[in-house]
């Protein structure tokens, strides 16, 4: 059982949005900025895609976006592409009083 | 952004230890703060084993942290990973990564990763 709670899969057809959550405690993502998500294609390293909770790496297509709501982010990807098919995770840091790095379980994207 | 190259071995025997080495290269081991091994199992999601700062600190993964030594040597700019007493459950793909500068434990460079079977 994954730190953080993200749905197994989330489809939708291209040029749709749709959005990802990613739900955690006080502790982790509801008490810090340190809220990233990472893009894995299979076979593949895990790519950075948001940090910050809603900042993008240089490069990143501004497709990606980034929020919070208490203890739980959300990624949205809009203007569905093909390209998008891929596993997405969600990640915290809590903090250097305690200091540890969570990943949620991981989230199938399917592009219809 | 620097580059990350794992090596080690792909096969170790139960009971026995998980060595990888992670190679920095692009840029010095002191140019970033933490230094970080990840792993997934297969058709699994990622778990995060532990991180060393460049002086040498080190936070482990509470749920591996009496089997996992996690060590840096400047003189050569990588640093590696141990763990000890592995078992089937520990058969993986392991990746380093660097964190993105200012982005605490946000990590933008990873390595290609190293596939590390436990069998005999």
């Known amino acids: 059982q994954s730190a953080l709670t993200q749905p197994a899969s989330v489809s939708g057809s291209p040029g749709q949005s749709i959005t990802i959550s990613c739900t955690g405690t006080r502790s982790d993502v509801g008490g810090h900025s340190f809220v990233s998500w990472y893009q894995q294609h299979p076979g593949k390293a895990p790519k950075l895609i948001i940090y910050d909770i809603i900042k993008r790496p240089s490069g990143v297509s501004n497709r990606f976006s980034g929020s919070t709501s208490g203890n739980t982010a959300s990624l949205t990807i809009s203007g569905l592409q093909a390209e998008d098919e891929a596993d997405y995770y969600c990640s915290a840091y809590t903090g250097a009083s305690a200091p540890r790095v969570l990943f949620g379980g991981g989230t199938k994207v399917t592009v219809l | 952004q620097v580059q990350l190259q794992e090596s080690g071995p792909g096969l170790v025997k139960p009971s026995g230890t998980l060595s990888l080495t992670c190679a920095v290269s692009?840029?010095?081991?002191?140019?970033?703060?933490?230094w970080t091994w990840v792993r997934q199992p297969p058709g699994q999601g990622l778990e995060w084993i532990g991180e060393?700062?460049?002086?040498?600190?080190?936070n482990y993964n509470p749920s591996l942290s009496s089997r996992v030594t996690i060590s840096v040597d400047k003189s050569k700019n990588q640093f590696s990973l141990k763990l000890s007493s592995v078992t089937a459950a520990d058969t993986a793909m392991y990746y380093c990564?660097?964190?993105?500068?200012?982005?605490?434990?946000?990590?933008?460079?990873w390595g290609q990763g190293i596939l590390v079977t436990v069998s005999s």
């Open positions: 060393v700062y460049h002086s040498g600190s080190t």
């Open positions: 692009g840029g010095s081991i002191t140019g970033s703060d933490w």
């Open positions: 990564a660097s964190e993105l500068p200012g982005a605490a434990r946000q990590f933008d460079s």
